[in-house]
């Protein structure tokens, strides 16, 4: 085969061009053209084209930006059978090995060790005849018309899209309104307050002010009749000085009694919960897209400092037929659509639950899935760790109902629990807490502690992405630079292990030991309540709080999801 395109090959090299200057070649050089003149209908190389210039200033001169429009010369090849990458140069060529057409400088370039070259002739003998062919028509009017259908849908789409976006936004303007009328009330009965204070206050400085006028008078009138009876014997001296004892007492207790209030004033201590809530929650409210298959918006109907109280509990079963062990839920998220993901460390599996809790899909993974979490829209990131082969974050897609893996991270370090916020994925390796971008790149190791080998297990990040939490025989909280600002232990539990904390900073931790749910404070100082103890609850691993149904999931070495109904 090779001897068969022995020219072919030697035309490959080098100085093979797909446009040759038309007056280097008349010298018999070979020289890559960088301009067509229409007129002359030839090519220039940029040596030759100021010749051309000079001689002939009104032709009109296309470079390469303009390649598309190069006129066809005699001998050019036809559009249909240009090659792509060569535009100067002819189909003539099959690569079977890639499935490809070639001309002969693609052949000489890029298929030199192919095996599978045949020549076009000889592979389209009956393409006439071909079925496929004789279809070809046919089917691409069909998709055309698929084509020229999904357009004009999508413009309906981009469409209705504008008009829901003004109703969105309208009624967020409407939101932002009400809430400002709030504000407005609040300001205004905040000032009136404040001036029945001040007004209360500028009272009393009057009455204290007009008091000192008396008493001072009192006392200058007095002093100054005694004064003026000096000469008039003693009994008018006698009565002066006991009337002025007397105006001196009254002025003494007057005095004493406004000494007590050393300064009237008015302090403000503002109500951190304004503000606390509202930076609580980043917008108006939820959006989601059209695509996910339950569109019902999560609620939030407890406020920062609500204490929760279970009002009745359900199990539901997630074994399925191919599970050969018992059930090692390992970790556990919600969609905003309200399914749930959960992962079964033991059988080595990714299950999808729909609203009802029900086994609807799964995916195999490599050994054992350990935490999963939330990214955004559809997409959530699961730990995969064989410890000492390889540790992995694989992101899976729920599409139309089913979990597709879409791509993987790896670590040098154990991946064992998963969280993110903001652009950042926060992974547990039972030792260390490192943070990386969504594209794998390390940003730093936030915490370490090399004293055991459990150490920091799980992660739960608040909505602010201020405060971390982290799970060992203990909950230990962060700053989000690693700082630590609490440790709690408590004497109702043993093992603490999951740790979720809700959008509105309501803070939950089970137990693996102590078969325990509670609820911490969002400092991680105080435990709130115990929400479960051993009923229904079984070495507790993981949960999540769905504002969406008011339930509490908690996963565990169990084949039953148990869902907590709180109040």
């Known amino acids: 085969m090779a001897s068969n395109f022995e020219s072919s090959i030697q035309r490959g090299c080098d100085f093979i061009h797909d446009f040759a200057c038309s007056a280097c070649e008349e010298d018999g050089l070979s020289t890559e053209a960088q301009y067509f003149c229409n007129q002359c209908r030839k090519y220039y190389c940029n040596n030759c084209v100021p010749v051309h210039n000079k001689l002939y200033k009104r032709h009109t001169v296309l470079d390469r930006k303009d390649v598309k429009k190069w006129a066809a010369t005699p001998g050019m090849v036809d559009v249909l059978e240009r090659c792509e990458r060569h535009p100067g140069e002819a189909l003539k060529l099959v690569c079977g090995d890639h499935d490809q057409l070639c001309c002969h400088v693609c052949v000489a370039m890029d298929h030199r060790q192919c095996s599978a070259i045949q020549h076009i002739p000889d592979v389209a003998k009956g393409i006439g005849k071909d079925p496929e062919f004789r279809q070809l028509p046919q089917r691409v009017a069909v998709l055309r018309k698929q084509i020229e259908d999904m357009k004009n849908d999508r413009k309906k789409n981009s469409t209705s899209l504008r008009k829901t976006r003004t109703a969105i936004v309208d009624e967020i303007k409407a939101i932002r309104k009400k809430i400002n ?90 109500h951190n919960e304004i503000e606390d809530n509202l930076c609580s929650v980043t917008t108006f409210g939820e959006l989601n897209d059209s695509n996910f298959f339950c569109k019902q918006p999560r609620t939030s109907l407890f406020p920062r400092e609500h204490v929760f109280a279970t009002n009745g509990y359900k199990e539901y079963n997630v074994k399925i037929s191919s599970d050969k062990d018992t059930c090692y839920n390992g970790g556990i998220c919600e969609l905003p659509g309200g399914e749930i993901v959960i992962t079964d460390y033991k059988n080595s599996k990714v299950k999808l639950l729909d609203q009802e809790y029900r086994v609807v899909d799964h995916c195999d993974v490599p050994k054992y899935a350990f935490d999963v979490c939330h990214i955004g829209g559809n997409e959530v990131a699961v730990c995969v760790d064989n410890s000492d082969d390889s540790c992995e974050l694989h992101f899976i897609n729920i599409t139309k109902g089913k979990l597709v893996t879409t791509r993987k991270l790896s670590f040098s370090h154990r991946c064992f629990g998963a969280a993110h916020h903001g652009n950042n994925l926060y992974i547990s390796s039972r030792t260390a807490l490192y943070v990386y971008t969504m594209t794998g790149k390390l940003v730093k190791k936030l915490y370490e502690d090399k004293s055991g080998d459990k150490t920091v297990m799980r992660i739960a990040i608040s909505n602010d992405g201020k405060t971390i939490y982290i799970t060992n025989n203990q909950l230990i909280t962060l700053d989000n630079l690693g700082n630590k600002l609490a440790i709690f232990t408590d004497p109702d539990w043993k093992g603490p292990f999951g740790v979720h904390a809700t959008t509105t900073g309501h803070l939950f931790v089970c137990c693996l030991g102590s078969y325990t749910v509670l609820q911490v404070d969002k400092d991680g100082k105080t435990k709130l309540a115990t929400l479960a103890r051993k009923d229904g609850v079984y070495r507790p691993i993981a949960l999540f709080f769905s504002s969406r149904t008011s339930s509490l999931v908690v996963s565990g070495v169990k084949d039953t999801l148990l869902v907590l109904n709180v109040r």
């Open 181 to 270: 009328d709030i504000l407005d009330k609040m300001e205004k009965t905040t000032v009136q307050e404040l001036d029945r204070l001040v007004a209360d206050q500028e009272l009393s400085i009057k009455k204290d002010i007009e008091s000192c006028t008396q008493m001072d008078d009192e006392l200058k009138n007095i002093i100054d009749d005694i004064q003026s009876k000096d000469s008039s014997g003693e009994p008018p001296l006698y009565i002066g000085f006991r009337k002025c004892e007397e105006i001196i007492k009254q002025a003494n207790e007057i005095l004493q009694n406004m000494s007590s209030v050393v300064k009237y004033e008015i302090t403000f201590r503002k």
